[in-house]
């Protein structure tokens, strides 16, 4: 099992950059795919990004792709995405999730996919 903490998230300006930070605790970080997704008011939690346990790889939906990066330190049992040239359309609450997986290159997309969750942070992105 596996606990998550989301921070990093706040107001920030169109045009702006952001990094958001995802702590796990447990000592098995790396078996764990990671992925971020986030739901704006009214609208369903989307995938932005995932990664593998192993970190070379990584999966972006098209509106993250070029603007924000996924990352993570598994000798500090943390995954970050940061968030470049924001637009008023990313502002969302951003969850990280979890999956354990028995390949260090598997990553998910889909949100069935992943069992833990963590609380959210709030990001918002000014005209």
């Known amino acids: 099992q596996v606990q998550l903490v989301e921070s990093g998230g706040g107001l920030m300006q169109a045009g702006g950059s952001l990094r958001l930070s995802c702590a796990a605790s447990g000592r098995t970080f790396y078996g764990y795919a990671m992925g971020w997704f986030r739901q704006a008011p009214g609208k369903d939690r989307e995938f932005v990004a995932a990664?593998?346990?192993?970190?070379?790889?990584?999966k972006y939906t098209d509106s993250a792709k070029g603007r924000f990066t996924i990352s993570r330190d598994n000798a500090k049992n943390t995954m970050y995405l940061q968030m470049n040239s924001l637009k008023p359309e990313d502002a969302a609450v951003y969850y990280c999730?979890?999956?354990?997986?028995?390949?260090?290159?598997?990553?998910?997309?889909?949100?069935?996919?992943?069992?833990?969750w963590g609380q959210g942070t709030q990001v918002t992105v000014s005209p």
């Open positions: 999730a979890a999956s354990w997986s028995a390949s260090s290159v598997n990553y998910y997309y889909t949100e069935v996919e992943y069992r833990y």
């Open positions: 990664i593998s346990g192993g970190g070379h790889n990584t």
